[in-house]
């Protein structure tokens, strides 16, 4: 079986498949590929928002008082925490998003963060956003009406500007 | 199912294993050397990166890279070698790891090989993406963004820390440096690894010979000055990526994962971890299958021989209780993968696993003896059961076979016992020495047959009557070549008389020629 081949040939089968090996190494360490295979665009929605903190309480009913440990016993029951937020999103019209932002953490004491994609065509498209509180008594919402270019295979982002809490649109990183 | 997945697959891993062998031989073969080519190619990395670390700026990290790879003196070359070698080494651990699940080489001390095994290759992967990130082009992008959206799905972060790759904010400087820190400080726990991942075996190999290390290493440098690494276009936040080159040895997860949520990505990585931590326990044969060794202490002459033999350190010599003045061997079952390596060093036959025994192995050779006489002309073939020598058939190519669980396990005087019975030769048919799935049985077997290691054959057999050849599980035909020469070569020999093959176990439970004192034991 083994002698069926010469030392030379075999010799050179050999280098010949160590190099095809290393070929293969150095293929498959550049191979093409697209994260976004569709020459299309995007609109990205994220910021950061500090929602302000409320307490809803009701009342508990004798019963459920009752069934409570006699140490523990208290005639509200109060949820903390920070007060979501609504975000709509309309492109062209159409809805893109319609969402409630809620704080993170066991306690709901967190920042809300806000991130959306939105896959758009390249081209001009008119943007409506809308982020408003959920609940009454908040402060007023936050809207963006806009005609919005995006060019292809680029992302426009809206954003919350901090230092005047407006949403604004951003196209270059900074 | 563990049993019939790889039962079923070894058979092309042993086809390709004996096509190798055919091109480099046993001794060169790349998939017998996996393991140490990968730690071999790790190190090439880090040297690599030792160079190139001096030239990478936090402050500006693809413009950095990018004057690495055009201006640096021996940048852009250094720079591909580290690409490729770790590539390489990516696929090495791979290879190594089937063979290993393949071969059920998972249980008993191999455990925490196996873990470890796996550790190094999720490590080594890791070590590779930060490595992606720190050139921070649309790879290392793509790379950091997918790693961030699953990790923004646990509750550690106390904001998502994908914010800082969305263009919302300017990217945070200290991300490159945590990044640098990671990329350099993974080798450390790699070297810690490393050294778990062999500290249950004796003698580990940490390098591959020397020709093949050359080779792998030569062709990777030719690789790196003919075709080296490019540039691909630099991270953007805010553009969507065109196709551009990824290396699918770090990358191949992203065509995978960008379609399912972050808790699927984390499922599917705790599944794999089950499996993992399972292979063990499915690849374990039943317990009575694989028995631990044990040690007869009215026949251990404290020689030692098992405990420096032992591929897995499950042998220690420990004082008698009888008053014997020298040490006596004691097997931790735990340790103990029943190779019975154990049985082949122990001239008096006093170690072994049960049934498997010196004393076992004469018997029955005695029995096969009896069933197959041979002739001055014949040969007799001894093989183990994972070699290509017919261990499973029980005759190879007219030539009755005597199978032994490990060429190591077999104990001389069974070839002595054959060739005094009458045969013309005795042909041990081996696993490739760097392919024995209990490390060392055919390089004990060689010692023990021409070179005198404890327990040698005795030197009233004519050497020229017995061989050894290696063949691998689908090598047939290299035994066969083997037994067709070796026949030709005893019929050459005068014909030796049929003698009575004496008490051979009486013979070697003699009284220990020179007893080790209690005092001049020196543990491992």
């Known amino acids: 079986m083994g002698a069926a081949v010469s030392g030379p040939v075999r010799a050179a089968a050999g280098w010949a498949l160590a190099a095809l090996a290393t070929l293969a190494v150095v293929g498959l360490s550049r191979v093409p590929w697209a994260e976004e295979r569709a020459a299309g665009a995007e609109l990205r929605l994220a910021w950061r928002w500090k929602s302000e903190r409320v307490r809803r309480c009701r009342t508990l009913s004798p019963a459920e008082v009752a069934k409570l440990p ?101 196209a270059a990183a900074p | 199912m563990a049993h019939r997945i790889t039962d079923g697959l070894r058979q092309p891993l042993a086809r390709i294993d004996a096509a190798l062998n055919r091109l480099y031989g046993w001794r060169y073969n790349p998939l017998y050397h996996s393991g140490v080519l990968a730690a071999a190619l790790l190190a090439v990395v880090m040297l690599t990166g030792l160079y190139l670390v001096f030239f990478w700026g936090i402050g500006a990290p693809y413009a950095s890279v990018q004057r690495i790879t055009t201006t640096v003196f021996l940048g852009r070359f250094a720079r591909s070698l580290h690409r490729y070698a770790s590539d390489a080494a990516v696929a090495a651990v791979v290879v190594h790891l089937l063979r290993v699940f393949l071969q059920r080489r998972t249980w008993g001390p191999r455990v925490l090989a196996w873990l470890t095994g796996f550790l190094l290759l999720g490590t080594v992967w890791i070590f590779g993406l930060t490595g992606y990130a720190m050139v921070w082009d649309v790879q290392g992008l793509a790379l950091v963004r997918e790693g961030a959206r699953w990790l923004d799905a646990l509750p550690l972060f106390s904001e998502p820390i994908s914010r800082a790759f969305d263009g919302e904010r300017a990217m945070p400087g200290a991300f490159f440096f945590l990044n640098l820190f990671a990329h350099v400080a993974l080798p450390v726990a790699l070297g810690v690894l490393f050294w778990l991942h062999v500290s249950r075996v004796a003698r580990p190999h940490l390098l591959p010979p020397r020709g093949l290390l050359a080779a792998a290493v030569g062709l990777l440098v030719l690789a790196s000055i003919l075709v080296p690494v490019g540039m691909a276009p630099p991270a953007d936040v805010l553009a ?184 013309g030769g005795v042909l041990v048919v081996a696993c490739p020495p760097r392919d024995c799935w209990s490390r060392e049985g055919p390089v004990w077997l060689e010692q023990r047959l021409f070179m005198g290691r404890e327990a040698e054959l005795r030197s009233r057999v004519d050497p020229r009557r017995v061989r050894v050849v290696h063949a691998g599980e689908a090598e047939r035909g290299v035994a066969r070549a083997a037994l067709r020469e070796f026949r030709e070569a005893v019929r050459s020999l005068a014909a030796a008389p049929a003698e009575d093959p004496g008490d051979l176990e009486r013979e070697c439970a003699v009284a220990p020629a020179s007893p080790e004192p209690l005092g001049r034991w020196v543990p491992r």
Request: proline share 9%; net charge positive; with cysteine.
């Open chain 2, 240 to 423: 969507l990526p065109g196709a551009a080159p990824y290396d699918l040895f770090y990358a191949f997860f992203l065509p995978l994962t960008r379609g399912l949520s972050p808790w699927m990505v984390w499922l599917g990585a705790l599944g794999l971890g089950a499996v993992i931590l399972l292979v063990p326990a499915l690849t374990r044969p039943r317990a009575e299958a694989r028995p631990p060794s044990v040690v007869d202490e009215r026949s251990c002459t404290g020689c030692e021989q098992c405990w420096l033999d032992c591929p897995y350190e499950a042998i220690r010599m420990v004082e008698r209780t009888d008053g014997r003045p020298y040490l006596v061997a004691r097997v931790d079952p735990s340790l103990c993968t029943s190779c019975g390596i154990c049985a082949g060093s122990c001239a008096p036959m006093g170690v072994g696993p049960p049934g498997r025994t010196g004393k076992d192995q004469l018997a029955a050779a005695r029995r096969f003896a009896a069933a197959h006489p041979a002739g001055a002309g014949d040969v007799v073939v001894v093989a183990c059961r994972q070699s290509g020598g017919g261990a499973g058939a029980g005759e190879l190519y007219g030539s009755p076979v005597f199978p032994v669980s490990c060429s190591g396990n077999l104990h001389s005087s069974v070839v002595e016992l054959l060739v005094r019975s009458g045969a």
């Open chain 1, 70 to 170: 006699a140490h523990m016993r208290r005639t509200e029951d109060c949820q903390r925490g920070l007060r979501p937020w609504r975000l709509e999103v309309a492109v062209d019209g159409a809805a893109a998003a319609d969402d409630t932002i809620r704080a993170r953490g066991a306690e709901s004491d967190r920042p809300l963060f806000v991130f959306r994609r939105v896959p758009v065509a390249p081209g001009s498209h008119v943007l409506q956003v809308r982020f408003s509180p959920v609940g009454e008594g908040g402060p007023p919402p936050v809207g963006l009406d806009t005609v919005v270019s995006v060019a292809a295979r680029r992302a426009v982002l809206v954003t919350m500007e901090e230092d005047t809490g407006r949403l604004a649109l951003r």
